[in-house]
T-cell receptor, first 114, second 112 residues
Framework: NAGVTQTPKFRILKIGQSMTLQCTQDMNHNYMYWYRQDPGMGLKLIYYSVGAGITDKGEVPNGYNVSRSTTEDFPLRLELAAPSQTSVYFC?????????????FGDGTRLSIL | TQLLEQSPQFLSIQEGENLTVYCNSSSVFSSLQWYRQEPGEGPVLLVTVVTGGEVKKLKRLTFQFGDARKDSSLHITAAQPGDTGLYLCAGEGNNAGNMLTFGGGTRLMVKP
């Protein structure tokens, strides 16, 4: 059981380039999330999805886009990379149950914009 | 916007010492989750507390949820080098996406 898989693990981009961070989960979870984590800090929510075809903004959505065409996949796209987007990006998923919503995280994508 | 203040930010202690990490907010959360994160990996859930005043124990780790469900603490007894890592608290609010608000994290180093 793979859980949440993120690719790539590392990437260096030049300013202005674009890329897609991939995230897939095999737990049939409805809810999926994208976070960014800056050095020594907690996680900030970029976008989330409560099911296929439904996405919504989190705390820091500017400069990013998402789509959710299937339950399994939730890619995050950077259209015009900026140095401020240098961070570690985590994808997570959860299956809503009454009162308890633990999230399962991937191992992250470390992205540097130079 | 719900905020979670976590303290201390950094903690370096000797093996065998006890420590407490605090997570405070002015907002009420429906649950409070504690995660542990090691370098190069994603956070892994340690425990979820749901009821005000709830106490949960996980071996040498004791988690408490405040009576008003606005704060939580993590106490580690007789810390070991294997406890080294980043500890994150996260509050779940009453929102459609069951979104979590994360604290800034406590980086713990336990020296042998």
């Amino acid at each position: 059981n793979a859980g949440v898989t993120q690719t790539p693990k590392f990437r260096i981009l030049k300013i202005g380039q674009s890329m897609t961070l991939q995230c897939t989960q095999d737990m049939n979870h409805n809810y999926m999330y994208w976070y960014r984590q800056d050095p020594g800090m907690g996680l900030k929510l970029i976008y989330y999805s409560v099911g296929a075809g439904i996405t919504d903004k989190g705390e820091v959505p500017n400069g990013y886009n998402v789509s959710r065409s299937t339950t399994e996949d939730f890619p995050l796209r950077l259209e015009l990379a900026a140095p401020s987007q240098t961070s570690v990006y985590f994808c997570a998923s959860s299956f809503p149950e009454t009162g308890i919503q633990p999230q399962h995280f991937g191992d992250g994508t470390r992205l540097s914009i130079l | 916007t719900q905020l979670l203040e976590q303290s201390p930010q950094f903690l370096s202690i000797q093996e065998g010492e006890n420590l407490t990490v605090y997570c405070n907010s002015s907002s009420v959360f429906s649950s409070l989750q504690w995660y542990r994160q090691e370098p190069g990996e994603g956070p892994v859930l340690l425990v979820t507390v749901v009821t005000g005043g709830e106490v949960k124990k996980l071996k040498r780790l004791t988690f408490q949820f405040g009576d008003a469900r606005k704060d939580s603490s993590l106490h580690i007894t007789a810390a070991q080098p294997g406890d080294t890592g980043l500890y994150l608290c996260a509050g779940e609010g009453n929102n459609a996406g069951n979104m979590l608000t994360f604290g800034g994290g406590t980086r713990l180093m336990v020296k042998p």
